[in-house]
């Protein structure tokens, strides 16, 4: 069974600041997705990572992703409080994009 | 192009009741997938449907059920209501046919079980 684990869970930072979140799964795909919520609202579309290697950025944002490793990163650079929400990815099954298992979510704040 | 719509946004029901929830998907999209989010189970995938039939189904009891109707729109009915049902239920569609497209969410139907 495909399992997806993110790591931190809670990330406090300052404003200004760098820091990574990280996404291991457990099995083979090559479809791996990064997703923003806010506090009661649905699911945003920030990334779609769709082969080994791929990198993708937008704003202070870039996410990667290493099939290899299973394993996909979300960068976050000079952190702003606009970025503040949950953060989640997702990994797709290998047959269908829309079957997708979601790690637990980072919960970013970022302070002033 | 409009987007994914759940209806309703929010539902109150008592435990024991059964409840049925609504998606359209965006215009030409086929495949419709469910997922349940809760702050203890996070979001967990439910089914999805594509062209009426369910390709794949999650780990939940048979009380949680759904279908999808010739023009894509999809409903899930939950039976029997627990309160542990209380979630907010997500609907995603896409394209369905080539394996790279993007899933859209919808704004979600939030449930709370009394």
């Known amino acids: 069974e495909l399992k997806v684990e993110q790591n931190p869970l809670f990330l406090s930072m300052q404003e200004g600041k760098n820091y990574t979140i990280y996404c291991n799964y457990s099995?083979?795909?090559?479809?791996l997705y990064w997703y923003r919520q806010d506090p009661g609202k649905s699911l945003e579309s920030l990334f779609v990572?769709?082969?080994?290697?791929a990198v993708k950025q937008e704003g202070r944002l870039m996410a990667s992703l290493d099939t290899k490793a299973r394993l996909s990163t979300l960068h976050i650079t000079a952190a702003v409080h606009d970025l503040s929400a949950t953060y989640f990815c997702?990994?797709?099954?290998?047959?269908?994009?829309?079957?997708?298992?979601f790690g637990a979510g980072t919960r970013l704040t970022v302070k002033p | 192009k409009a987007g994914v719509t759940q209806t309703p946004r929010y539902l109150i029901k008592t435990r024991g009741q059964q409840v049925t929830l609504s998606c359209s998907p965006i215009?030409?999209?086929?495949?419709v997938s469910w997922y349940q989010q809760t702050p203890g189970q996070g979001l967990q995938f439910l089914f999805e449907?594509?062209?009426?039939?369910?390709?794949n189904k999650g780990n939940f009891p048979g009380r949680f059920s759904g279908r999808q109707f010739s023009n894509s729109r999809s409903e899930m009915n939950v039976s029997t209501l627990e309160l542990g049902d209380s979630a907010l239920y997500l609907c995603?569609?896409?394209?369905?046919?080539?394996?790279?497209?993007?899933?859209?969410f919808g704004q979600g139907t939030r449930l709370t079980v009394v």
């Open positions: 990572l769709l082969s080994n290697g």
């Open positions: 215009s030409g999209h086929r495949s």
């Open positions: 997702a990994v797709a099954s290998r047959y269908n994009n829309n079957d997708m298992r």
């Open positions: 995603a569609s896409s394209e369905g046919v080539h394996v790279n497209t993007e899933a859209f």
């Open positions: 099995t083979t795909s090559d479809r």
């Open positions: 449907y594509f062209s009426e039939t369910q390709r």
